[in-house]
């Protein structure tokens, strides 16, 4: 519903419309459920219907049960993998850790938008304007947030019964509307996570930093959990780790819902009553306004971009390296367990060979997603100060489109080199701690070996800024989304070669289970240097367009 | 004068989107030393003639030129020259008001730092403050600070006062004016008629993205209507037929209205009505303004023209 249209309502009936901001987020929220519902949808039956097609024999079923329902590599990566020799075991399995990350992000990224983002636009003093109190508004703005959650559970549940009454499927009415609602759980908590740190932060940037940091802190948790049966216990410490043991499909706990729907509660009624207890526009944490300047950096536009740049940046590469230091970590005693048959699952993973290197191969795979996401982020961070018009100042002064463009883009490849040596290092320092046995100089190969794929993402966003600047983040985002999806497809079902080469992941070498393909990986580089340079290009020749 | 000598020179200055055209065949000139007040309402090709001056978009057709040189071309160049002032103020919400008038002066390449400091006292600024706790007046006023202090030969000022107190608007018509005495052009787009009334050398008024009327304020009062008010012992008279005249508003025994050509007619309608008391005088700026809307000015004070 148009801002306008919220104003005008009043109007028409002579009296305040009840629950109206309530109304307002979930309309504003309803589009983007829905389309999560589809992918969640999409993603839940193709991996269902996948399974009878590759796993056709018993036997075959039995070896995947063998390999992953006691491997603690891939329980630490993906959760845990009880019943694989069944459909209902498989989808879990596929299916749920990645359900749940997505879920969780698109929780607090919508709910700190919602909520902190507005407030820092502007709109929120529109909202507060009318006759509300903050606590009701953000009570209000929750309700309609969870009005887009239960969106998505239910086109999830929807396309899980379709699927599930195929006769290779066969799943009943209630075990799809509980496995959408294990599913979808992540998502709902988030969204009372990031109205938390709406609270706390005086920026969206940062409050959506601070929510992203628990999901981080929380997948950490469960990993160490799933890692060995001696801290199987942390599950418990883990927002994470209370989905995981909801079992969908495979053995159901509903009583595991309790803590969600407490913590959910909990989490809820403290950002209504923090909203009531600070001022508009301000954060609960203290926030000093005033300060001695520090030029350092603003000589011109490189080194702006690097000031504005280089916390962004520092966040991303201090998570790479916690993450990289949690597998490390683990690596050895997850490792442990891929022998003998086991190896050629993980081969179908992207990672050949056996031991911490398998595992570790695998594990750099999802930081290659992590720093390729780095990458989108640089991209949006460079069109929203187009959109903003922040930029407007920088081009005004006797400074070049071309050299704006391009320090954006140097910092945005400094930054990913960053975190990919970052990876390489602290996977090496995890290992080392735990007397693993991979050498600093093939953790820093694999660490500079999952940044030709984010160099190819920047390079993508880049020349969609200089084309379609206004979609430059869709687009960025699609190449990887579709990227992820194939991938993990790949991983356990897709066998079509033509498929597998569209998502930038399959071109990697799985390192350091195998040795990096620098090859592959100089052309990856070149694509995206060139896309870049196309995308300079355009830029200089169009207009600027804003929001 | 050579037209090289302009700070500002377009010919045939156009820029469509689609089917709808936002500037079409805008001629100007604007000298050295010279304010010029650019006027119209949203939407009326303002701020596309500005974006389309420092090269953020591209002519559909025709160009500009700043101090000689090609805007197009060789942007970079023109920017030396240049100082902006947008209509928004978005600026780095983690910079303090310091940093950022550090950036603009060093992006820009010229900034007189004792300059700077009278005018952050003028305009009564904390720059200790991050911008993101400035009110939208403060960042404006961060904005007004960054362009003067750069001391460059061509102004171009987008809505500058808009959030400004009218205490910082004062400062700000001072700070206009020193410019001028010192030989800077000033492009000055503003809503606030007072302010170009009281600035500004020469006027141009857009409507729908076409020039409308320019020249200086008493050109265009001489090709304009005069206002006449006149008070009556009895009842007013019905002028609907008295030729030239438009505009009129009646209250109780008065009435205002404008005469265009010969006010023989209209003083003998007013004569032989029993006039009692005549007031002849010039249209002010926001009269004139007005009139080439097709609309007259309402009994009551307008502050400005909507939105």
């Not at chain 1, 400094?414 to 693993?436: N, P, R, V, Y």
């Not at chain 2, 119209?40 to 001056?53: Q, V």
């Given at each position: 519903m148009p801002a306008d249209a919220v104003v005008a309502a009043p109007a028409r009936t002579g009296r305040p419309v009840p629950l109206l901001i309530a109304r307002y987020t979930a309309e504003r929220s309803l589009r983007s459920g829905a389309l999560w519902g589809c992918v969640f949808g999409v993603i839940v039956a193709s991996s269902a219907l996948s399974y009878n097609r590759i796993y056709q024999t018993s036997t075959e079923r039995q070896r995947l049960a063998a390999t992953f329902g006691v491997n603690h590599a891939a329980s630490a990566l993906f959760g845990p993998a009880p019943e694989l020799q069944t459909v209902a075991g498989f989808t879990v399995f596929k299916v749920s850790m990645l359900l749940i990350i997505i879920g969780a992000i698109w929780g607090l990224l919508t709910s700190t938008r919602q909520l902190r983002g507005d407030e820092d636009a502007g709109r929120w003093d529109l909202l507060l304007g009318g006759p509300t109190t903050r606590a009701r508004a953000v009570g209000q703005v929750l309700a309609g947030l969870g009005t887009g959650a239960t969106v998505i559970w239910a086109v999830t549940a929807v396309l899980t019964m379709a699927v599930g009454r195929s006769s290779a499927v066969h799943f009943s009415v209630t075990a799809s509307l509980y496995f959408a609602l294990a599913m979808t759980a992540s998502a709902v908590e988030f969204l009372a996570v990031g109205a938390v740190t709406s609270q706390l932060a005086p920026t969206r940037r940062q409050a959506a930093g601070y929510a992203a940091a628990f999901l981080g802190v929380s997948y950490g948790l469960r990993m160490v959990a799933d890692a060995g049966p001696g801290l199987h216990a942390l599950i418990w410490a883990s927002p994470l780790g209370w989905l995981e043991q909801l079992q969908p499909l495979t053995g159901p706990r509903p009583l595991a819902l309790i803590p969600v729907a407490a913590f959910t509660a909990a989490l809820a009624a403290l950002a209504v009553l923090l909203a009531g207890r600070r001022d508009a526009g301000k954060g609960m944490l203290p926030d000093r306004n005033t300060r001695a300047p520090r030029t350092r950096l603003l000589s011109g536009p490189t080194g702006l971009t690097a000031r504005l740049a280089l916390p962004a940046a520092l966040g991303w590469a201090a998570g790479t390296a916690l993450a990289a230091v949690l597998i490390g970590t683990i690596a050895k005693a997850a490792g442990a367990t891929i022998e003998g048959s086991e190896r050629q699952v993980f081969s179908r993973l992207g990672a050949p060979g056996s031991g911490a290197a398998a595992f570790s191969g695998i594990a750099f795979l999802i930081l290659a997603i992590v720093i390729a996401f780095q990458a989108a982020s640089a991209v949006n961070a460079a069109r929203d100060e187009e959109a903003d018009g922040r930029l407007d100042h920088v081009l005004a002064a006797p400074v070049s489109r071309s050299r704006w463009f391009a320090g954006r883009l140097l910092a945005g490849?400094?930054?990913?080199?960053?975190?990919?040596?970052?990876?390489?290092?602290?996977?090496?320092?995890?290992?080392?701690?735990?007397?693993?046995?991979?050498?600093?100089?093939?953790?820093?190969d694999a660490g500079l070996n999952i940044v030709p794929p984010a160099l190819f993402a920047l390079g993508a966003g880049a020349l969609a800024a200089g084309c379609w600047p206004r979609r430059a983040g869709t687009v960025v985002y699609v190449v990887l989304g579709w990227s992820v999806l194939v991938q993990f497809a790949g991983g356990f079902a897709v066998q079509n070669r033509w498929l597998l080469d569209t998502s930038l992941f399959h071109q990697m070498a799985s390192a350091p289970a195998v040795p990096p393909d620098w090859q592959v990986n100089g052309i990856l580089t070149g694509l995206g240097l060139t896309a870049m340079l196309l995308g300079m290009r355009t830029f200089r020749h169009r207009d600027l367009q804003g929001a | 004068m050579a037209q090289a000598e302009l700070a500002i020179r377009t010919r045939g200055l156009s820029k469509h989107y689609g089917r709808v055209t936002a500037l079409a065949d805008l001629d100007l000139?604007?000298?050295?030393?010279?304010?010029?007040?650019?006027?119209?309402?949203?939407?009326?090709?303002?701020?596309?003639?500005?974006?389309?001056?420092?090269?953020?978009?591209?002519?559909?057709?025709?160009?500009?030129?700043?101090?000689?040189?090609?805007?197009?071309?060789?942007?970079?160049?023109?920017?030396?020259?240049?100082?902006?002032?947008?209509?928004?103020?978005?600026?780095?919400?983690?910079?303090?008001?310091?940093?950022?008038?550090?950036?603009?002066?060093?992006l820009h390449g010229q900034a007189d730092s004792s300059y700077r400091d009278e005018l952050?006292?003028?305009?009564?600024?904390?720059?200790?403050?991050?911008?993101?706790?400035?009110?939208?007046?403060?960042?404006?006023?961060?904005?007004?600070?960054?362009?003067?202090?750069?001391?460059?030969?061509?102004?171009?000022?987008?809505?500058?006062?808009?959030?400004?107190?009218?205490?910082?608007?004062?400062?700000?018509?001072?700070?206009?004016?020193?410019?001028?005495?010192?030989?800077?052009?000033?492009?000055?787009?503003?809503?606030v008629l007072s302010e170009v009334e009281a600035l500004c050398d020469r006027v141009v008024i857009l409507r729908d993205g076409r020039v409308a009327e320019s020249g200086t304020l008493s050109e265009m009062r001489h090709l304009s209507a005069v206002t006449i008010e006149a008070t009556f012992a009895g009842e007013v008279p019905d002028l609907s037929t008295v030729p030239g005249v438009s505009g009129v508003v009646t209250e109780g025994h008065s009435l205002r209205c404008q005469v265009a050509g010969p006010v023989q007619p209209l003083l003998t309608a007013l004569a032989n009505a029993g006039v009692t008391r005549l007031l002849v005088r010039e249209p002010s700026l926001e009269e004139l303004f007005l009139a080439y809307y097709g609309q007259s000015v309402p009994s009551e004070g307008v502050a400005g023209v909507a939105g």
């Open positions: 490849i400094a930054a990913l080199l960053f975190s990919g040596i970052a990876a390489g290092i602290f996977t090496w320092t995890g290992e080392a701690a735990q007397g693993g046995g991979i050498s600093l100089p093939a953790a820093l | 000139d604007l000298a050295p030393g010279e304010v010029m007040g650019y006027l119209g309402p949203n939407g009326a090709g303002k701020t596309t003639t500005i974006r389309l001056l420092l090269g953020f978009i591209r002519p559909t057709a025709g160009r500009a030129e700043i101090f000689g040189t090609d805007c197009q071309r060789n942007p970079d160049i023109t920017h030396r020259r240049v100082a902006f002032v947008p209509a928004e103020a978005s600026l780095w919400p983690s910079l303090t008001g310091a940093e950022t008038l550090h950036l603009l002066g060093r952050i006292a003028r305009f009564d600024l904390d720059p200790s403050k991050k911008v993101r706790a400035y009110s939208r007046g403060n960042r404006q006023k961060v904005l007004l600070i960054g362009a003067l202090m750069t001391r460059a030969e061509l102004l171009v000022l987008d809505e500058p006062t808009s959030g400004l107190d009218p205490l910082m608007e004062v400062a700000f018509r001072h700070c206009v004016t020193e410019a001028r005495e010192r030989g800077q052009a000033v492009f000055l787009s503003s809503h």
